[in-house]
Nanobody, 121 residues
Framework: QVQLVESGGGLVQAGGSLRLSCAAS????????MDWYRQAPGKQRELVAT???????NYADSVKGRFTISRGNAQNTVYLQMNSLKPEDTAVYYC???????????????WGQGTLVTVSS
């Protein structure tokens, strides 16, 4: 079983930066892709950024040019560098990954517990 643990959230002023990290542990065979989602109070969870094992990335329009997703050398970690933060970026940020399950014979979706990012104006 694979677990995802996020870290790096906190309180920052508008215009500031934060770097989120997500580390996968457990019985890992293949994880692809790895994503960051966020959920603001009263809103639906939305995809922020995604990255494949080959390094191909995509971003939500709302964060393009400000956020950068990357994967660690071990491929079991993913980062989200967030610059020029805005109050509307305030949300709980979740790490998500598709992990191969031999017992089920397919990729299964795994979620982290989330980390809170608060951007003050």
């Amino acid at each position: 079983q694979v677990q995802l643990v996020e870290s790096g959230g906190g309180l920052v002023q508008a215009g500031g930066s934060l770097r989120l990290s997500c580390a996968a542990s457990g019985r890992i065979f293949s994880i692809n892709p790895m994503d960051w989602y966020r959920q603001a109070p009263g809103k639906q969870r939305e995809l922020v950024a995604t990255i494949t094992s080959g390094g191909r990335s995509n971003y939500a329009d709302s964060v393009k040019g400000r956020f950068t997703i990357s994967r660690g050398n071990a491929q079991n970690t993913v980062y989200l560098q967030m610059n020029s933060l805005k109050p509307e970026d305030t949300a709980v940020y979740y790490c998500n990954a598709d992990s191969w399950s031999w017992s089920q014979g397919k990729y299964v979706e795994v979620w982290g517990q989330g980390t809170l990012v608060t951007v003050s104006s």
